[in-house]
């Protein structure tokens, strides 16, 4: 895999446009935004889960029973 | 999964597969071009967060091994492991590691040692450009590598075998995540994506691997094989060389294959420490193995700061995605065979054994070829110096330095065949198992059509010569696989802490 990529697109930091320079910022922060999210996940607290849980299983179930009297 | 669904998931793979095969093959410069654009746009951006990541992988499996979660087995309470530790230990590492052992196992930390901004690139007398090539090489084959793969495989696994779920890289989002109303989808759209990489990934390292086995029969045969025919007629046997396990029952097939590989690569490794210089080797083994545990936090926190990053992006951050792009298979794959362990013997024995083999491998191998520099005539860095795009040849130069090459180099190019082959046939296998619902057993004809899939690209490539065009599709569908990657951990962490909390493992 390596071969080819001595070919090498780095660019100096002063080199970059402003508008690159806001894109990569805003990109860093959606991914620390990501980090954040997946800490939020596994910490959620065990109640909240269960409470989802329950949400999603009546939406599935009235989503079942609108299939079954659109059926009938 | 439903049965459209899993049709939904066959199809679409086999045509993102097929879009980027034919991309490749139409206009290999234009693919290879953007594609790798791309990758370093991330690793320009992102290498901060690449580089770091295998020790956050090693923070959470570690506290997961030596807290109450370390007694969870895969599998009921009186599940037995379904293989030996020695097949188990055999097939996880040549699952995940294959060829690429004997591709790189000189050339990589020749790279580094003349390279890199630790080596004599970066003004290091040549002993400790030395020393520091072994360690980068091994933060780049060993406990990163495998940390990436453990986690990948426990994840997989700890779902299939506790919560029923399919053998299926999206079913940790789907399942660890049911109470969410994307978790669904988002576990469909990590199957494709996984289905894909693997299969382009594989098809990259078959088409790699054909000219490995040209060169190394090239070289103990004194003559040329000039023309497309040789090359197609080694993927030819290659390829009735992985059909046939993958059709073959698990425990019989890979089995097979693991140990036969491990003891060929243990031969000739043991062949190589005998008749070179022993000695060099057992102090290089162990100045590696100090240098490869002290050097794992300055190494992963190291971004190289104002430095030049052309070395740091090709080698360092491109090959932990390339690990990444691999996941998919390696972690349905390892996940298959490890029912029966507890999380903490998994994590234990799937990073460490392979590391240690690892560490002792390239320092043997590598250690040749640096010390052929230091105190020789020069002929294996000399080599990789002038030929950037061919330094796999390095490998054989080491076994031509040695007595008897004509037996050691047949056993070389029986190893790169069976290393493919088992490469080749668990990601066959792999697929067919994730395109079919996740089943345990992978259904025959789907095996049989990824393992032609895999074949026709791999000799797409080989015609063409576009393999680095394909090998950039691997790295570049390994970048979003590595969001997916991450979910599957953060589903897997909170399941255990809503399944044990409060009550002992």
Request: glycine share 8%; proline share 4%.
């Amino acid at each position: 895999m390596k071969e080819i990529t001595r070919l090498t697109y780095e660019k100096g930091l002063m080199e970059m446009s402003r508008g690159e320079s806001i894109l990569q910022a805003l990109a860093i922060i959606a991914m620390i935004g990501f980090i954040i999210w997946n800490i939020k996940l596994i910490m959620e607290p065990l109640a909240e889960i269960e409470v989802s849980e329950d949400k999603v299983e009546k939406i599935k179930g009235k989503k079942e029973l609108k299939v079954s009297s659109a059926e009938i | 999964m439903k049965k459209n669904e899993s049709n939904l998931l066959f199809y679409v793979s086999l045509v993102i597969t097929a879009v980027f095969a034919i991309w490749g093959l139409v206009n290999p410069q234009s693919l290879t071009t953007n594609l790798w654009k791309w990758v370093y746009d991330f690793h320009g951006t992102f290498n901060w967060f690449t580089i770091s990541l295998p020790l956050v992988f090693l923070g959470i499996l570690l506290s997961l091994a030596f807290s109450k979660y370390g007694k969870i087995k895969l599998g009921s309470e009186d599940t037995k492991p379904e293989f030996s530790t020695f097949s188990w230990i055999a097939m996880l590492f040549t699952a995940g590691i294959g060829v690429g052992l004997v591709n790189f196992g000189v050339a990589e930390p020749m790279v580094h040692y003349l390279h890199s901004p630790k080596g004599l690139a970066g003004g290091y007398d040549q002993i400790e450009a030395g020393k520091n090539a072994l360690s980068l090489a091994l933060y780049n084959w060993g406990i990163p590598a495998w940390t990436i793969y453990a986690i990948s495989g426990l994840v997989i696994g700890y779902f299939a075998y506790h919560r029923n779920a399919s053998f299926l890289p999206g079913s940790p989002i789907e399942e660890g995540f049911r109470d969410k109303p994307w978790g669904k989808k988002l576990g469909l759209i990590t199957n494709i994506m996984a289905s894909s990489a693997a299969a382009l990934t594989v098809s990259a390292s078959i088409g790699l691997g054909v000219f490995q086995v040209k060169n190394g029969l090239e070289a103990i045969l004194g003559t040329e094989f000039p023309g497309l025919t040789s090359s197609l007629i080694i993927l030819a046997v290659l390829f009735v060389g992985y059909t046939i396990p993958a059709i073959l029952p698990l425990g019989r097939g890979m089995k097979f294959l693991g140990d036969f590989n491990i003891v060929i690569a243990i031969s000739l490794l043991a062949f190589t420490f005998v008749f070179g210089p022993t000695r060099f080797f057992m102090e290089m083994i162990l100045s590696t193995l100090g240098k490869t545990i002290i050097d794992l936090v300055p190494i992963g926190t190291n971004t190289f700061l104002l430095q030049e990053k052309g070395w740091f992006n090709d080698w360092p951050l491109t090959t932990l995605i390339w690990w990444i792009s691999w996941t998919p298979f390696t972690g349905v794959f390892i996940a298959r065979i490890s029912k029966g362990r507890t999380i903490k013997e998994f994590v234990l024995a799937s990073i460490s054994i392979p590391t240690l083999f690892l560490v002792i491998w390239f320092s043997v191998f590598g250690g040749f070829g640096l010390l052929n520099d230091i105190v020789g005539d020069q002929t294996i860095s000399g080599y990789v110096l002038n030929n950037p795009n061919d330094v796999y040849l390095s490998f054989i130069m080491v076994l031509q330095a040695l007595p008897i090459f004509k037996i050691t180099g047949a056993i070389f190019v029986v190893l790169i065949f069976v290393f493919l082959s088992t490469s080749a046939t668990s990601s066959a296998i792999a697929l067919s198992m994730m395109t079919n619902n996740g089943s345990e057993n992978a259904p025959k004809m789907r095996t049989i059509i990824w393992s032609v899939i895999m074949v026709v690209i791999a000799s797409a490539n080989v015609v063409t010569g576009t393999l680095n065009g394909v090998k950039a599709v691997a790295v570049f569908l390994g970048i979003p696989y590595l969001f997916f990657l991450i979910l599957q951990i953060s589903a897997f962490l909170r399941e255990i802490r809503r399944e044990f909390s409060g009550k002992e493992a």
